[in-house]
């Protein structure tokens, strides 16, 4: 009898956990804020055990001058289901500090590397800092470099990498500030690239472009090129020389490839002739591929052929000669991506893509925050950029994605900061997606939904559109006292709300899975 119970207790243990192993990872939504002060997430990373490290900006609230601006970077350790773990310090208190990468120690499991910078007091200029640290946020090492040819220079945010050799590579654009009788003036240096050691933080490589100064130029990417050459690339835009660089080891320029000038739009309907005109690649973001393509997302500017301005974030696949292999392009009529500096847009897991950005609207040459929010969409799409799912996410506060980081669940986590203009707070956000783009946070903190509307308010069309992966099936409009005011199983793209009275509406949307939403939407 005790053998039978005891091969029973074995197979329900069995099953148990089975069901643990195969149970879905859980989503979450996280934000935090530090006292008196605004806050922002930055860039993650997922650790062995399965939680997530987070870099997170702390400053003052209000500053009258840059130079007396102080702020602290922290990391924060956050559990599988997004509750704070602890955080720690990176750098020192009362000195100007920014996180621009997180890694995992490519030699020891358990121990991560944080690089950035930090602000030289005495010096008043910005330095390289490095840190390795284990799970439980007790340092290894600390190492703050010195570079005598930039003294005096502060550094934009940057990108930054881990290349095969597991070393840290670093871009930045270092500019000074000038201070002169008529006001204070910026002066740019080149680019400039710096190569780490992640064994003990020594400085292996530094190098200044010899290519033309520019802004858009610098705060693009880096990247290393997965054909085995140990390359090293980014994207160069400076007016109409759009191109993907490629460099050995040690930064020296190799090889140009020159990226289209315009590219075809789809929005060139009822009469239109329109291109994406890419004069300026705005903040690109490039991930090499297994297969040695490249994708490249960044800002492209429509020309001014629609009767609102708008910006689009444009995806680019192209082989290793520079040709284009796929494209695509995420946004909706009459709205404007935005993409961070220092925005990590784009993140690979098997074979998905996770892209992420925000949306305001611009109309009459005003911005306008979609649905009284910023509008984060995240779209997974397949290796040739053909789009799976996408989610638009609202949050009760302005929000920005900073960064994307693909999970080992095959979801997504998506980090960056939120403002709430009522309390005069920023916040650093954290969500987690699911592989299948569900999540599951309370709708009081954030909804998610698998189409966007706009715009709301409205005053004659409420215009919808859907995720490829979803069916709608009926759109309803009720009035607050709950009567049905319009109902539609047809042309489901638009909602007429003509001859409605000005006024709050609730709106619901069924798709043919039989799944439901409920949104407010505005009738002027």
């Given at each position: 009898?005790?053998?039978?119970?005891?091969?029973?207790?074995?197979?329900?243990?069995?099953?148990?956990?089975?069901?643990?192993?195969?149970?879905?990872?859980?989503?979450?939504?996280?934000?935090?804020?530090?006292?008196?002060?605004?806050?922002?997430?930055?860039?993650?990373?997922?650790?062995?055990?399965?939680?997530?490290?987070?870099?997170?900006?702390?400053?003052?609230?209000?500053?009258?001058?840059?130079?007396?601006?102080?702020?602290?970077?922290?990391?924060?350790?956050?559990?599988?289901?997004?509750?704070?773990?602890?955080?720690?310090?990176?750098?020192?208190?009362?000195?100007?500090?920014?996180?621009?990468?997180?890694?995992?120690?490519?030699?020891?499991?358990?121990?991560?590397?944080?690089?950035?910078?930090?602000?030289?007091?005495?010096l008043h200029c910005d330095r390289l800092l490095a840190y390795k640290f284990d799970g439980d946020f007790q340092i290894v090492w600390q190492k703050e470099i010195e570079i005598d040819e930039l003294d005096n220079?502060?550094?934009?945010?940057?990108?930054?990498?881990?290349?095969?050799?597991?070393?840290?590579?670093?871009?930045?654009?270092?500019?000074?500030?000038?201070?002169?009788?008529?006001?204070?003036?910026?002066?740019?240096?080149?680019?400039?690239?710096?190569?780490?050691?992640?064994?003990?933080?020594?400085?292996?490589?530094?190098?200044?472009?010899?290519?033309?100064?520019?802004?858009?130029?610098?705060?693009?990417?880096?990247?290393?090129?997965?054909?085995?050459?140990?390359?090293?690339?980014?994207?160069?835009?400076?007016?109409?020389?759009?191109?993907?660089?490629?460099?050995?080891?040690?930064?020296?320029?190799?090889?140009?490839?020159?990226l289209p000038y315009r590219m075809p739009s789809p929005y060139g309907g009822n009469g239109y002739e329109l291109y994406f005109n890419s004069t300026s690649i705005n903040f690109p973001t490039v991930l090499s591929?297994?297969?040695?393509?490249?994708?490249?997302?960044?800002?492209?500017?429509?020309?001014?052929?629609?009767?609102?301005?708008?910006?689009?974030?444009?995806?680019?696949?192209?082989?290793?000669?520079?040709?284009?292999?796929?494209?695509?392009?995420?946004?909706?009529?009459?709205?404007?991506?935005?993409?961070?500096?220092?925005?990590?847009?784009?993140?690979?897991?098997?074979?998905?893509?996770?892209?992420?950005?925000?949306?305001?609207?611009?109309?009459?040459?005003?911005?306008?925050?979609?649905?009284?929010?910023?509008?984060?969409?995240?779209?997974?799409?397949?290796?040739?950029?053909?789009?799976?799912?996408?989610?638009?996410?609202?949050?009760?506060?302005?929000?920005?994605?900073?960064?994307?980081?693909?999970?080992?669940d095959e979801g997504c986590l998506v980090t960056g900061s939120a403002y709430n203009e009522e309390s005069n707070t920023g916040y650093v956000l954290a969500f987690k997606v699911l592989a299948d783009g569900t999540?599951?946070?309370?709708?009081?903190?954030?909804?998610?939904?698998?189409?966007?509307?706009?715009?709301?308010?409205?005053?004659?069309?409420?215009?919808?559109?859907?995720?490829?992966?979803?069916?709608?099936?009926?759109?309803?409009?009720?009035?607050?006292?709950?009567?049905?005011?319009?109902?539609?199983?047809?042309?489901?793209?638009?909602?007429?709300?003509?001859?409605?009275?000005?006024?709050?509406?609730?709106?619901?949307?069924?798709?043919?899975?039989?799944?439901?939403?409920?949104?407010?939407?505005?009738?002027?």
């Amino acid at each position: 009898m005790k053998k039978h119970l005891l091969l029973i207790a074995f197979a329900f243990a069995a099953i148990f956990a089975q069901a643990q192993e195969f149970s879905p990872p859980p989503d979450f939504y996280f934000t935090y804020n530090y006292p008196d002060t605004e806050a922002e997430g930055g860039v993650a990373l997922e650790t062995d055990d399965g939680c997530f490290l987070v870099s997170a900006f702390e400053y003052a609230k209000e500053w009258i001058d840059y130079e007396d601006y102080t702020g602290a970077a922290k990391i924060l350790k956050l559990s599988a289901t997004g509750e704070l773990m602890g955080e720690m310090m990176f750098g020192e208190e009362g000195r100007r500090s920014t996180i621009v990468g997180l890694f995992p120690d490519p030699k020891n499991n358990g121990l991560y590397l944080a690089i950035g910078k930090i602000h030289d007091n005495e010096l008043h200029c910005d330095r390289l800092l490095a840190y390795k640290f284990d799970g439980d946020f007790q340092i290894v090492w600390q190492k703050e470099i010195e570079i005598d040819e930039l003294d005096n220079c502060f550094f934009y945010f940057g990108r930054s990498f881990m290349d095969a050799q597991g070393n840290i590579v670093y871009m930045t654009l270092p500019y000074e500030v000038i201070h002169q009788p008529q006001g204070t003036d910026i002066q740019c240096h080149p680019q400039t690239f710096f190569k780490i050691s992640s064994d003990d933080g020594t400085l292996l490589a530094f190098h200044e472009s010899e290519q033309p100064i520019s802004e858009y130029l610098a705060l693009g990417s880096i990247f290393e090129f997965k054909d085995g050459s140990g390359d090293y690339g980014h994207v160069s835009s400076y007016h109409h020389n759009n191109a993907v660089v490629r460099m050995n080891s040690d930064f020296e320029i190799i090889d140009e490839r020159q990226l289209p000038y315009r590219m075809p739009s789809p929005y060139g309907g009822n009469g239109y002739e329109l291109y994406f005109n890419s004069t300026s690649i705005n903040f690109p973001t490039v991930l090499s591929q297994p297969d040695s393509s490249l994708v490249i997302i960044w800002e492209a500017d429509e020309m001014f052929k629609l009767p609102e301005w708008r910006t689009d974030m444009t995806m680019l696949k192209i082989d290793i000669d520079g040709s284009i292999i796929a494209s695509q392009i995420v946004g909706f009529d009459n709205d404007s991506v935005e993409l961070a500096p220092y925005v990590r847009g784009v993140d690979r897991i098997g074979d998905g893509l996770y892209f992420c950005h925000s949306s305001y609207t611009v109309i009459n040459d005003e911005f306008h925050l979609v649905q009284g929010t910023n509008l984060i969409t995240v779209t997974k799409t397949d290796s040739d950029l053909g789009v799976v799912w996408q989610r638009y996410c609202h949050l009760n506060m302005n929000c920005r994605p900073l960064c994307i980081t693909a999970t080992k669940d095959e979801g997504c986590l998506v980090t960056g900061s939120a403002y709430n203009e009522e309390s005069n707070t920023g916040y650093v956000l954290a969500f987690k997606v699911l592989a299948d783009g569900t999540l599951s946070c309370p709708e009081t903190e954030i909804s998610v939904r698998p189409y966007m509307f706009y715009p709301n308010p409205t005053q004659d069309r409420l215009r919808l559109q859907y995720s490829p992966d979803v069916q709608p099936k009926q759109v309803e409009l009720y009035d607050l006292q709950g009567r049905l005011v319009r109902s539609q199983s047809q042309g489901l793209e638009s909602l007429n709300m003509q001859g409605l009275a000005p006024g709050q509406y609730l709106m619901k949307v069924t798709l043919e899975d039989g799944k439901s939403f409920t949104d407010k939407v505005v009738k002027e």
